[in-house]
């Protein structure tokens, strides 16, 4: 499992609503996002994209806690939740956040990549049934899960 990082991502409470305000938001370079869920009512606020960008990109990718802290609101815990990304220009346009409570199991979902080759289909074709798997830990988890567990007929 990857260690936790002390990341702290700034926000801006978020008065506005709908589309024109979004749009003016991300093309200032902002991202709208709902942080819900926990001891808390759900919050709407604005996160610079470069922030969020940079905690995408990590090792631990969309599995990153963080803490998120904006304005007039108590700083919390958070994980994506989910996110929604621009289909062309491939930018992240919104996220969402579920705000985690100490003790408490985070269950998420970690790609599966299987490394190496299987002792049964040297000149076969294997078909995997299943890329992701979920995961279930108090700490960090990891970008993804890598396997190289040779298949064996026994």
């Not at 610079?48 to 108590?74: K, P, Q, Y």
Request: net charge neutral; proline share 3%; with cysteine.
């Amino acid at each position: 499992m990857a260690e936790k990082k002390d990341i702290v991502v700034r926000a801006v409470r978020r008065d506005g609503r709908g589309k024109n305000d979004s749009r003016r938001a991300r093309r200032n370079g902002q991202v709208p996002v709902s942080m819900y869920g926990g001891a808390g009512e759900a919050v709407s606020a604005l996160v610079e994209l470069r922030d969020l960008a940079a905690i995408l990109r990590s090792d631990t990718g969309r599995n990153t806690i963080f803490t998120l802290d904006v304005e007039g609101v108590e700083a919390a815990e958070v994980m994506f939740a989910d996110r929604q990304i621009h289909p062309v220009k491939m930018r992240l346009i919104h996220a969402d956040f579920k705000r985690l409570v100490k003790g408490e199991k985070i269950e998420a979902t970690v790609p599966l990549r299987l490394v190496g080759e299987s002792i049964g289909v040297r000149e076969q074709v294997l078909t995997i049934a299943q890329d992701e798997i979920q995961r279930a830990a108090r700490v960090q988890l990891e970008r993804e899960v890598v396997s190289d567990e040779p298949c064996s007929p026994d």
